[in-house]
Nanobody, 127 residues
Framework: QVLLVQSGGGLVQTGGSLKLSCGVS????????MAWFRQAPGKERELVAT????????NYADYVKGRFIISRDNGEKTAYLDMGRLKGEDTAVYYC????????????????????WGQGTQVTVSS
């Protein structure tokens, strides 16, 4: 059974920081590209960031570049999202996702490329 278990998130003031974690079990973590998506009320789920199997390649949505950092620890089978300089428009439910990749350097940007998803965690940024 493949499980992606998220932790972190919560309520933070504008300009603050939060860190999300995503622990993965049931698959060989080092063979999976990881990503974070988010979904705000009434909006479609959108990509935040993605990281390759090796961790050497990353891809960020323009609206989080320079503020968020995606990382992974293959030994701990965990992906992370460090969120800084948070804004009200970052308020959303955040999801981690995993996609099998034959390449160590591939990053995927489409939702339908990801087979496994975490349970979601709420991030609320207040002014």
């Amino acid at each position: 059974q493949v499980l992606l278990v998220q932790s972190g998130g919560g309520l933070v003031q504008t300009g603050g920081s939060l860190k999300l974690s995503c622990g993965v079990s049931g698959v060989l973590f080092e063979y999976y590209t990881m990503a974070w998506f988010r979904q705000a009320p009434g909006k479609e789920r959108e990509l935040v960031a993605t990281i390759s199997r090796s961790g050497h390649a990353t891809n960020y949505a323009d609206y989080v570049k320079g503020r968020f950092i995606i990382s992974r620890d293959n030994g701990e089978k965990t992906a992370y999202l460090d969120m800084g300089r948070l804004k009200g428009e970052d308020t959303a439910v955040y999801y981690c996702a995993a996609a099998f990749s034959a390449s160590e350097s591939t990053t995927y940007t489409r939702r339908d490329e990801y087979a496994y998803w975490g349970q979601g965690t709420q991030v609320t940024v207040s002014s």
